[in-house]
């Protein structure tokens, strides 16, 4: 029948015209829901980040750059400034994908607007707060190392000191003859720098101690051999 | 002189009307000059009005004002030069001069000749009440029959002009 | 300098006496700011994006913006959305210089912020602004319509003049 | 209540003459009063009617509409209204400017010229000419005449295509229009419009004449270019058709143009076929302003539900179909009422 879809059409959109606006996101009163992987814009986590370099590789567009200087201290790669150029941006996720630190992720802020070209792109400075974590970080572990080094000193004058008053009893832990102790005992009063090097290898390694005080000691016999040829 | 609300109405609508009519004829522009016809078809409607017969105005601006000029218009712009400004120029050669001379002259002498030959009464009695009933009495009861004639030629007319338009379109 | 102070003084007085003062500029842009009617032009997936923004989950009628005119004449808003290509350039300029004043330009995209992609192809201009000035940059690729709607509440806010 | 305005007329009248005026200027200052409250009612009608049409398209398109500026939005078109105002004029330099310049004029002064016989309550009517209903289909044509000369002013081919079928369509329209009219005429008796009005004080002609209503309804559609009729202006064709080249005011007559000729037909549709300005409680002005009101919106809900029609179908539509249906309608009535007077009922 003509006509019978025409009213028919008037009738849904007079339905519909009632119907509660439920539909409608109200965006600058409610934000939209947005799904969890939605890719609003790019953010940066400076202190993650490893200078590694695979997200500027790995961007098409060139929207990521990064300035780098080297360390002079330990001779590494150290991230000054990171730079995500937002309006080449096409929202691919390779950057994200390969970051190996995960210091590139997106966010669901996409209120972007600009009035200026320039305002879009994202500079990441190098932030002092790290600058200055990392010089603290120097500076304890040189101390622990010093202390360290003031320790082994320490326990080698110690054992030094140990073997110059009592050879027989200190050397006794490497040798087991009382006969080559005594020689190793000569040969170590003879000769201070045998007996610093014999005494740091007591502390560190005694099986090595073992091996070089036969070795001292061999070689002491031999020399009084041909010492009692001659 | 003493005049009426009426008759100042009348001069105007007929000034309006004359003035109109010659810039159809005197405006370069052809399209300008169908526009000026558009008016100078109200000036006439509006003539009728002060003489208080409003259905013969009103049909005036319905046909003429309306549909006829429309038609014109349409008409111009389909068969019209590329230059608007070029089309209205009186034409150079002389039998159109000639044969434009004569149609003018044969024209006003027929329009002359039946001025100066009508009986125009004086006075009219004004129609009491309903004119337009008069006139419908008139149309459809004295004059039924020239009515219908004319009617038939305007539909041959038509009929005929179709005819044309589909044949030429056939060939 | 003497004047506009005491200009202010007295309009100072006023408010305080509850007169409003306004100036016609004032009441026009707000007029302009609350109907921006963007001309419906557009080149790839960011008028998608644009013509999901006049459908009913995003409403651009809400501001009042959502009478899309085909012709420049009676546009305010030109949203370049899309890379404007070198063909193109002609026409978009065409449009532009064809709309009454004032008129505002919004890029939406990257592509129409920057070139996007396309920024050093031969082919495409390096945004939008290399042709006119651009009022509000929308990046996104393509922005949501809310995105657009935030540029669009930018731009007014521009007009009228409070930022 | 009911003769606040008819009041209000008389006492001006009564002063003009105490003043020392004749009777004849005294009536002469008082249609001139008259045709200043009619642009004023036009005037806040489009606005109120602009704001209207995208509430009711939000609310058929599950949206929500203009709602920032005001309650729920009703502000939107005084913003829109100034932002029109101090647009750029711009008159492109190829265009024939005197026409060009003059269409938007000259459509609004038709449109406005058609509220001259409308009776807007009881008494109140700017002129209750005797051919009323001839006076608004007459002047109602003319509107044709200004759409050509904004198309042929343009100087552009959008604006020219669109103009032309513009006019096509409103010519086309127009016959049925009028002979379905003609059937109420024919039941009332008179072509003055206060006298339809009066006839319909038993049953409105809708009921009489439900024929020539539908008839009428679309033809009007048409006539007033509005969707699905809206061949003229098809954006995705012709741009905006004859009003491509127009900026800022002029296009804002034109559009104001648009609603004075919506508010102009749906008004004289409540006086042919809804009894006018006559019902019960009520005053008869606020009666038609519901009446109109309420054609209106029907009007704006089949713009938002019915695609738009093909140009050829829209002719076929009006040639082949339309006009034979408005004139067997008219025969129908010349026998149903011969046989209504032969029965004796009449």
Known sequence: MYGKGLLKGLWITFKHSFEKKDLVVRYPEQMPHLQERFRGSLAFDFEKCIACGICIRNCPNNVLSMETAKDEDSKKKKLMQYTIDLQYCMFCNLCVEDCPTNSLYFTHDFELSQFHRDDIKRVYHRPPELDQQEAAQKTSDQDTQTAADDKKEKQLRAMINAINKNPQKVLARVLDGEEQVEVLAAVLMADEKKLARMAEMMITDKEKAKKVALAFVKKELKEREKGGDQ | MDISLADLAFIILAGFTLLTALGVVLFKNIVHSAIMLVFSFLGVAGIYFTMHAGFLGLVQILVYAGAISVLIIFAIMLVMNQDPEKTNLPSPNIPNIMAGTYLTILLVGALVGSIWFTSFPEKVAPVSGDELGLLTGLMLGDYVIPLELAALLLLVAVVGAIILARGAEHK | MVLKQQADDDLEMMEKNGIIVTTLEKIWNWGRAHSFWPLSYGCNCCPIEMMAAGASRFDIARYGYEVFRASPRQADLLVVAGPITVKMAPAVQRIYEQMPSPKWVLAMGNCATSGGPFRDGYSVLPGADSLFKVDVFVPGCPPRPEALFHGLLELKQKVMGKK | ?346
């Not at chain 4, 004029?89 to 449109?111: H, Q």
């Not at chain 4, 002013?153 to 369509?169: D, F, H, P």
């Not at chain 4, 004449?209 to 679309?218: D, G, K, L, S, V």
């Not at chain 4, 093909?310 to 046989?339: C, Q």
């Open chain 4, 1 to 346: 209540m009911e003769h606040w305005f008819t009041d209000i007329a008389q006492a001006l009248v009564n002063w003009l003459m105490g003043l020392g005026l004749s009777a004849g200027w005294a009536d002469f200052v008082l249609l001139i009063v008259q045709w200043l409250c009619i642009v004023m009612i036009v005037t806040i009608n489009v606005i109120i009617l602009i704001w209207l049409e995208r509430k009711v398209s939000g609310f058929i398109q599950l949206r929500l509409g203009p709602n920032r500026l005001g309650p729920y939005g009703a502000f939107q078109t005084i913003a829109d209204a100034i932002k029109l105002l101090t647009k750029e004029d711009i008159i492109p330099s190829r265009t024939d400017k005197w026409i060009f310049m003059t269409a938007p004029l000259f459509f609004i002064v038709v449109s406005v010229m058609l509220y001259a016989v409308i009776p807007m309550g009881d008494g109140m009517q700017v002129v209750d000419f005797n051919v009323g209903l001839l006076y608004f289909i007459s002047i109602g044509s003319l509107s044709t005449i200004c759409l050509l000369m904004a198309g042929w002013g343009s100087n552009n081919k959008w604006s020219m295509l669109g103009a032309m079928r513009a006019v096509a369509q409103m010519i086309s329209y127009e016959i049925p229009l009028a002979i379905s009219l003609l059937g109420v005429v024919m039941i009332a008796g008179s072509l003055r419009l206060s006298d339809i009005v009066v006839a319909q004080g038993n049953i409105w002609f809708v009921l009489l004449q439900p024929i020539a209503f539908i008839t009428y309804f679309i033809a009007a559609t048409a006539e007033l270019n509005r969707g699905p009729f809206d061949m003229p202006e098809a954006e995705q064709e012709l741009t905006a058709g004859a009003y491509t080249e127009y900026t800022g005011m002029r296009w804002a007559l034109f559009f104001l143009a648009e609603y004075t000729n919506l508010v102009a037909v749906s008004a004289l549709c409540a006086t042919m076929f809804f009894g006018g300005w006559q019902g019960p409680g009520l005053p008869s002005w606020l009666w038609i302003i519901i009446k109109t009101y309420l054609i209106m919106l029907v009007f704006m809900w089949m713009k938002w539900t019915f695609p738009r029609i093909r140009m050829d179908h829209l002719m076929s539509f009006s040639w082949k179909i339309l006009l034979p249906v408005s004139l067997a309608n008219l025969v129908l009535t010349g026998f149903g009422l011969e046989f209504f007077k032969w029965m004796g009922w009449w």
